[in-house]
């Protein structure tokens, strides 16, 4: 009978670390889309930079010739 209790006390114990692991992954998913889309973000950003910074160079060439 004590080592039923035990056990009953053990499934009970891994039923709550499993809830509080759930939730850690799914903030950790959170976590991860939103620097997802930061990261999405940046790269849009960069490229948008690049062609700026490469007009510019094309435009100053122009002008050396």
């Given at each position: 009978?004590?080592?039923?209790t035990e056990?009953v006390?053990?499934v009970?114990?891994?039923?709550?670390?499993?809830?509080a692991?759930a939730?850690?992954?799914?903030e950790?998913d959170?976590?991860?889309?939103e620097?997802?889309?930061?990261?999405e973000?940046?790269?849009?950003?960069?490229?948008e930079?690049r062609?700026?910074?490469d007009?510019?160079l094309s435009?100053?060439e122009?002008?050396?010739?």
């Amino acid at each position: 009978e004590q080592r039923i209790t035990e056990l009953v006390g053990v499934v009970h114990r891994l039923k709550q670390e499993k809830k509080a692991v759930a939730v850690q992954v799914e903030e950790k998913d959170r976590e991860i889309r939103e620097l997802g889309r930061k990261m999405e973000e940046l790269v849009r950003e960069r490229n948008e930079i690049r062609e700026r910074v490469d007009s510019i160079l094309s435009r100053l060439e122009t002008i050396e010739l």
